[in-house]
């Protein structure tokens, strides 16, 4: 009986008119290897059920797999650790995320390393195997590209749910690859932070760098200093109302990325940046005197007195507090534009705070500008430079330092588009899509090997950005840019594929019903 319905249910799907093919290789990012099989096309019945291996990580992966595809197909997608025969939707975890020799070609699933991901593609089923739960959804997030568009879509729709044979194989480049947003001149609730995280994880990105404090407001609760979220979260570039997250707010959007398998970054901007603080405890001030509340948007002016043991009392309660919070491994503590603190008192500023994350058991990251400070275990800086060379980020980088590529006039998500983008900055130079994806992190900083770039992150300053739409606007398609200099081999980096590649998205997003950028040199469909 069973077989019966199978065959009914691959019946009525074949009366249904084929939807415009997508091809195998039509993946953002791209995939390191791709091997297309135009007989071994697969259709999803609609009795399919997704198998997973019994593993709680592995199996919420499927769970998710399953929630992606139910609203468009209409399907029941039961998801069961039932073993072979394996038709349909498989994910299978095996093998271990033990080290990816440099260069080697993609061999066996445990030379997948951490996050990469097999798919295989026959007429009768769909496997993804992978050596972990983040491989896994990786390569669910590439299976969901190569459904129909209308896959994206909140409600049924009737289509073949064709997807193109054959193999992928493929890993990142880097291990690093995120977006920052900046929750701190603009509040954003955690309803659009957790859409943020399932536009990360659509690209492979596996990184959120929250900016949680600034001078227009603080944005996370810290028992010890209820003040900073009480009255430095209230207010916001512009007058508006701010606010703050709660100790639970935080838990559920980092507990939300996790399930994505993306880390959250928290970033306590310290000693600069600083206003909102200030307002809440002016004791910490250099001059002992509550500033006012700051609603505008030049950057430089405040700063916590270096000099004052109170100081780093705070600065050890809120890293602490902030730390405990946080299951990933970093702590971000800021260090740009302190322009009024001198370079030597700044300098011991930063090297003490360094101590303070370490003695959280946390990495510290910071932005560049943190570079002439002693070195720390591991210490990542976060170059947002727009020129060339930067020796000072190189020595530090020969004393250990790992760098985070955020070139201001290449990532910066805040940054127009084009003269008439009705929001964002130009202080960086404008940033097409084309300007967004052609350059390698590889190479960008003489100094600065490969070796010693540990991703790539796209920053979104948030002075003129007031809701999701907008986010989404800024994000969609630059964000899909950062993701493929991130994670494909330079090999594949190609504008004229990856822009033909990026068109396919937007059909996608519209049917999600995600806002973005119609640009101009994409070949929208
Ligand atoms: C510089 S980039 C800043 C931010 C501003 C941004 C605006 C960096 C580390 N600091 O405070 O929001 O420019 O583009």
Do not use: C
């Not at 009986?1 to 065959?7: I, R, V």
């Not at 591991?378 to 727009?386: N, P, Y």
């Amino acid at each position: 009986a069973a077989d019966l319905a199978h065959a009914a249910a691959r019946a009525a799907v074949d009366r249904l008119a084929p939807p415009a093919p997508v091809r195998l290789g039509d993946v953002v990012p791209a995939p390191e290897r791709v091997e297309p099989d135009p007989a071994a096309d697969f259709t999803l019945p609609a009795d399919a059920a997704v198998r997973v291996s019994p593993d709680p990580a592995a199996r919420d992966v499927a769970e998710q797999l399953a929630a992606l595809l139910r609203p468009a197909t209409g399907y029941p997608l039961p998801v069961t650790d039932a073993t072979p025969p394996a038709e349909g939707l498989t994910l299978q975890l095996s093998g271990t995320p033990g080290p990816v020799a440099a260069g080697a070609g993609p061999g066996p699933v445990a030379a997948l390393g951490a996050e990469g991901y097999r798919l295989d593609v026959t007429p009768d089923a769909v496997r993804i195997t992978a050596a972990t739960p983040a491989g896994l959804l990786h390569g669910v997030q590439t299976l969901r590209q190569l459904l129909p568009p209308a896959i994206e879509s909140p409600t049924p729709v009737a289509a073949r749910w064709a997807v193109p044979g054959g193999v992928i194989v493929d890993r990142p480049r880097f291990a690093y690859r995120g977006a920052m947003l900046d929750v701190a001149r603009h509040f954003f609730g955690v309803a659009d932070v957790l859409r943020v995280i399932d536009h990360l994880a659509r690209y492979k990105l596996n990184h959120l760098h929250l900016h949680l404090t600034d001078d227009q407001g603080w944005r996370i609760a810290v028992d010890g200093w209820p003040r900073l979220a009480a009255v430095g979260g209230a207010t916001q570039v512009g007058g508006g109302p701010g606010g703050a997250y709660t100790r639970a707010d935080y838990r559920r959007i980092v507990s939300y990325a996790a399930r994505r398998h993306v880390t959250v970054v928290p970033e306590i901007d310290l000693p600069g940046h600083t206003n909102a603080a200030l307002t809440a405890y002016p004791q910490l001030a250099p001059d002992g005197i509550a500033p006012p509340p700051y609603t505008g948007t030049e950057v430089g002016f405040s700063y916590l007195d270096p000099g004052d043991e109170r100081t780093y009392a705070f600065v050890a309660d809120v890293l602490g507090e902030v730390a405990a919070l946080t299951p990933g491994p970093w702590l971000h503590i800021g260090g740009d534009e302190a322009f009024k603190v001198p370079a030597d008192a700044y300098a011991r500023f930063v090297a003490r705070t360094q101590g303070i994350v370490a003695a959280t058991g946390k990495t510290v990251v910071g932005w560049h500008q943190i570079a002439p400070a002693g070195h720390a275990d591991g210490r990542v800086l976060q170059w947002w430079g727009t020129g060339g060379d930067d020796p000072v980020t190189a020595e530090a980088v020969r004393r250990g330092a790992r760098v985070i590529l955020s070139p201001g006039n290449r990532a910066y998500l805040d940054m127009k588009y084009a003269p008439d983008t009705p929001i964002g900055h130009d202080w960086a130079g404008l940033i097409d899509v084309e300007r967004a994806y052609d350059w390698d992190p590889g190479t960008h900083l003489g100094g600065v090997p490969a070796e010693a770039v540990l991703g790539v992150e796209a920053p979104l300053w948030t002075e003129s950005v007031t809701s999701l739409a907008e986010i989404e606007f800024m994000l969609l398609p630059r964000l899909p840019a950062l993701a493929e200099l991130g994670w494909s081999p330079r090999r594949t980096h190609d504008w004229a594929s990856f822009r033909r590649r990026l068109a396919g998205h937007g059909p996608r997003w519209r049917t999600a019903g995600i806002t973005f950028h119609p640009a101009p040199e994409i070949p929208w469909p």
